[in-house]
């Protein structure tokens, strides 16, 4: 039997093939598509092992270039590691614990150079022989004994939150276990897996479209220690996964939990107040941080703290000194880009902020985002010894506030870093978290659809990679905005209005993917516990 089906080249150029009885997405990609692996078939994401369907429309994806591939290709990476180590250490358990530096952060036991040596070997060994991930459908309570007949304990304990009767294991080297989404078709496909000495672990690094497998890691000493510190607290907690926050909604002691972690953040936002203060000389306090991680929120709050240690504070609009439209610079595809350094006037911010620090009264402008052009009034400014609060995309790098001297300046970098893992061997991105808070957000605040917010997810994130990622280290500290308890309450946000996506509708895996996610949470619908000043709030409203 032959069928036609189409193959989508670069989402736009289609070409027509006839598929032979048997013919498989990798016979096609093999030849045209030596990156790929996996592809969507009719908006679903789908193995390169399926066969295509009469009349598909197919689209190649390969993890330099999409986000749903590079997991894709994280998960079979993450089989190869698990299996490596099983062989090579049987009695050390393996962690997967959290993205850090372009990679996944790991840990088995006590790691030397020559341990993560000899698993990079096994890796290659198991990609060179290529052997396929073979998938098998099977009941929860089958799946059930299986995984914890491997040991695998924690993986056990998030089925019973499952919503589904039937679970997707898969075997590779005579182990069986899941990743939560599909996999590679075999091993052979995962040539940029590379592992890497890092801390008291090592770094697992994979192919993604922001930040290569190969590249060198690049040292974020401040970064991990708070990964570390928010490690250490959700232990403390007992709430280290999806489980153990589960069972807590479940015992009723989610309303003390969640006062634990908004005085965590109360405490943790006193102590940056305090440093600030303790400057004598810090005059300008600048915050950054990736989208929806919760600045405006934190910023509100750091200030009161400030207040309470006798200082006083002034924001100070970033977005009030954009160029006028005419004449700020354009993308590669035409438009404007807002995000960039040159699309803000730096002198004019340099010359008003070196007045205000000397005492003096300065004309800020106001920016008219109607007319895309500066208000011809602008409004006398004097602060006399207050601090100024500056928050924006750009507030960790130097450039923006060149004139200004460092002793002068206290640079925060914010974002959600959560300890929270699904089991052992699958961490909750944080770009995860913050996506759905910008969907909560967007629709309530400005009427945003969720499609219009996923359309502009992958512009944003490769922005915070070119404008505020390479600066993180810069800051005086950092603080994590995530809570633990809000993928329960951001559910109930989210979950219908992601049900809404079907196959035919741009960004369908992306919604899909969160979907799987929210799925092993239960949903917490009593909100009277989170206080108004908390930084869920600014997302969700009240």
């Given at each position: 039997?032959?069928?036609?089906?189409?193959?989508?080249?670069?989402g736009v150029n289609t070409?027509?093939?006839?598929?032979?009885?048997?013919?498989?997405?990798?016979?096609?990609?093999?030849?045209?598509?030596?990156?790929?692996?996996?592809?969507?078939m009719d908006g679903s994401l789908v193995s390169l092992a399926d066969v295509p369907k009469k009349d598909a429309k197919v689209r190649f994806l390969s993890p330099f270039e999409n986000e749903q591939a590079s997991r894709v290709f994280l998960r079979g990476a993450t089989f190869l590691l698990y299996c490596a180590a099983k062989a090579l250490f049987p009695k050390r358990a393996l962690l997967v614990d959290h993205m850090l530096c372009g990679g996944?952060?790991?840990?088995?036991?006590?790691?030397?150079?020559?341990?993560?040596?000899?698993?990079?070997?096994k890796m290659d060994e198991y990609i060179a022989e290529d052997k396929d991930f073979v998938p098998q459908r099977m009941s929860v309570d089958a799946a059930k004994k299986i995984i914890l007949e491997e040991g695998l304990i924690k993986k056990a304990e998030i089925l019973a939150f499952r919503p589904f009767d039937y679970y997707n294991l898969y075997s590779f080297d005579g182990r069986r276990n899941y990743f939560h989404g599909i996999m590679p078709k075999s091993a052979g496909y995962l040539k940029g897996a590379r592992l890497f000495l890092y801390a008291s672990g090592f770094m697992l690094k994979f192919p993604s479209p922001y930040t290569e497998a190969g590249t060198a890691i690049i040292d974020q000493p401040k970064y991990a220690a708070v990964f570390a510190q928010a490690e250490k607290w959700a232990g403390v907690l007992s709430a280290s996964y999806v489980a153990d926050i589960n069972n807590m909604l479940l015992r009723g002691e989610i309303t003390d939990f969640i006062n634990v972690n908004e005085a965590l953040h109360e405490k943790t936002i006193a102590d940056i107040a305090g440093e600030i203060a303790g400057r004598k000389k810090a005059r300008v306090v600048l915050i950054a941080g990736p989208s929806s991680s919760g600045k405006t929120t934190f910023a509100s709050r750091l200030a009161v703290h400030l207040r309470v240690l006798g200082k006083k504070c002034r924001p100070i609009s970033i977005d009030d000194y954009y160029k006028n439209r005419a004449d700020m610079p354009t993308g590669e595809n035409g438009d404007i880009?807002?995000?960039?350094?040159?699309?803000?006037?730096?002198?004019k911010l340099n010359a008003d902020l070196?007045?205000?620090?000397?005492?003096?009264?300065?004309?800020?402008?106001?920016?008219?985002f109607v007319t895309g052009e500066r208000k011809?009034?602008?409004?006398?400014?004097?602060?006399?010894?207050?601090?100024?609060?500056?928050?924006?995309?750009?507030?960790?790098n130097d450039t923006m506030t060149k004139d200004i001297p460092a002793n002068m300046k206290f640079k925060i970098f914010i974002s959600p870093l959560t300890a929270l893992n699904?089991?052992?061997?699958?961490?909750?991105?944080?770009?995860?978290?913050?996506?759905?808070?910008?969907?909560?957000?967007?629709?309530?605040?400005?009427?945003?659809?969720?499609?219009?917010?996923?359309?502009?997810?992958?512009?944003v994130r490769r922005g915070e990679y070119k404008y505020i990622l390479p600066y993180q280290e810069t800051a005086d500290v950092m603080f994590n905005s995530t809570l633990l308890y809000e993928p329960l309450i951001l559910k109930r946000h989210c979950y219908s209005e992601l049900r809404r996506f079907t196959p035919d509708m741009p960004n369908y895996p992306e919604a899909l993917s969160l979907l799987k996610f929210l799925n092993y949470f239960l949903s917490a619908r009593d909100e009277d516990a989170i206080p108004p000043q908390s930084i869920l709030r600014e997302f969700i409203g009240k």
């Open positions: 039997m032959k069928d036609y089906f189409y193959v989508l080249r670069d070409e027509k093939f006839l598929a032979e009885e048997g013919t498989r997405l990798c016979d096609i990609a093999a030849d045209s598509e030596p990156h790929a692996i996996c592809a969507l996944v952060y790991c840990g088995l036991g006590k790691v030397t150079a020559n341990d993560v040596a000899v698993l990079q070997k880009d807002f995000e960039c350094l040159d699309a803000l006037d730096l002198a070196a007045a205000l620090l000397m005492g003096e009264t300065a004309r800020m402008p106001k920016f008219d011809d009034q602008c409004e006398d400014f004097r602060i006399d010894g207050d601090i100024l609060i500056i928050e924006g995309i750009h507030g960790l699904i089991d052992d061997h699958s961490v909750v991105f944080p770009e995860d978290l913050r996506l759905l808070r910008r969907l909560a957000r967007d629709k309530r605040t400005r009427g945003y659809s969720f499609a219009h917010t996923f359309a502009a997810w992958d512009s």
